[in-house]
């Protein structure tokens, strides 16, 4: 009976240590490739790489200065922040995207002119999906 009792708890043990692997949080900082298209349409509108760091903020490698902050809550990470646009002025950001693997996240994203009255000098909205790229970023743009 006691040695059916160890081997039960053990069994227990790796099934609860794989369950609990299974249901973690994906790692989400590190380097990502932003690929966006526009809606309705459908089409390619760009590809972007984007650094998400461990202090919750982030900034565009390629394109500058383009950066915030972003936070999660279980799969779904929000990105937020802004950059500078000539003569659009100000552009505000802000993505939520869901993880479909641990290396893909798809979402929606849109950028809007601040301060701005409708109808917007600048107002685009997007779908997205984000690919890991690695755990080491380059510097910003």
């Not at 009976?1 to 299974?22: D, G, Q, T, Y």
Request: glycine letters at 10%.
């Amino acid at each position: 009976m006691n040695f059916l009792v160890k081997k039960l708890a053990s069994i227990a043990a790796v099934f609860l240590s794989c369950s609990a692997s299974a249901y973690a949080d994906p790692a989400v900082v590190g380097y990502w490739q932003m690929d966006s298209y526009y809606q309705p349409a459908g089409g390619h509108f760009s590809t972007q790489m984007i650094c998400l760091n461990a202090d919750n903020t982030w900034y565009s490698t390629t394109q500058g200065p383009w950066n915030g902050n972003w936070f999660q809550n279980g799969s779904g990470v929000q990105i937020y922040g802004s950059l500078s646009a000539g003569v659009s002025g100000q552009i505000a950001t802000f993505g939520t995207v869901q993880f479909m693997q641990s290396t893909t996240m798809n979402g929606e994203y849109v950028e809007w002119s601040v301060p701005g009255m409708p109808p917007l000098q600048w107002d685009r909205h997007y779908t997205i999906t984000m690919t890991y790229q690695g755990s080491a970023c380059p510097g910003p743009a």
